[in-house]
């Protein structure tokens, strides 16, 4: 499975079953906000393909680059990380769009296939309002393995149709080739 074919375009028929998995995720995780965001390697960027409780509107828009933010340094670690209070980690400054958070806690996990991380998938704001705990990372943790997987299909499926899409045209070409003996009738056929 290539990593460069990982957009929201390669995933789209299965971007309904994401968005139902981040909305039930919101429910067992007690949390107002969760996202799954998906690496563009050419571009070396993360770009939200679904979210519960998120403005619609935005998902399209919504970019980070790797190594940038905390969904950023998941995806550069590639290991999950737990934050209890933002203001009180030493590990990471206050982003600019903490404003649009209600609590200072978060969870965040990759997404893999394999040892290659395809996305991160963020949990924030517990409808509580209390820290995220150990269990909901591991709760994250283990939807972020099944959500790898699903996508791992998604882009096998893929891969397969533009295998398929190729292979046509090679074999059109062929025919053009075997069927045609003068140049010109030959480029024309092609």
């Known amino acids: 499975v290539s990593n460069d074919d990982l957009t929201v375009e390669s995933v789209s028929e299965n971007i309904p079953l994401l968005q139902t998995t981040v909305d039930l995720m919101a429910g067992i995780l007690e949390a107002e906000r969760i996202s799954i965001m998906l690496l563009d390697e050419a571009r070396q960027e993360l770009r939200l393909a679904v979210g519960s409780g998120l403005d619609p509107h935005s998902i399209p828009d919504v970019a980070v680059r790797v190594g940038e933010s905390i ?5 550069l670690r590639g290991a999950p990380i737990l934050v209890t209070d933002i203001e009180r980690d030493p590990r990471f400054e206050v ?18 296939v394999g040892p290659r991380v395809i996305g991160v998938i963020n949990a924030n704001d517990k409808t509580s309002r209390e820290a995220f705990s150990e269990n909901d990372l591991a709760l994250l943790v283990a ?9 791992e299909n998604a882009l096998s499926r893929s891969e397969r149709r533009l295998q398929d899409a190729v292979l046509t045209t090679m074999q059109g070409l062929a025919s053009a080739l075997q069927n045609e003996v003068e140049p ?3 480029f024309n056929a092609m």
Do not use: D, E, H
Not at 95 to 112: D, E, N
Not at 143 to 151: G, N, Y
């Open 143 to 151: 939807f972020s393995c099944q959500i790898s997987l699903m996508l």
């Open 71 to 75: 969904s950023g340094q998941v995806a």
């Open 184 to 186: 010109r009738a030959m």
């Open 95 to 112: 982003s600019a769009f903490a404003g649009q958070y209600v609590t200072r806690s978060f969870i965040s996990a990759p997404l893999k």
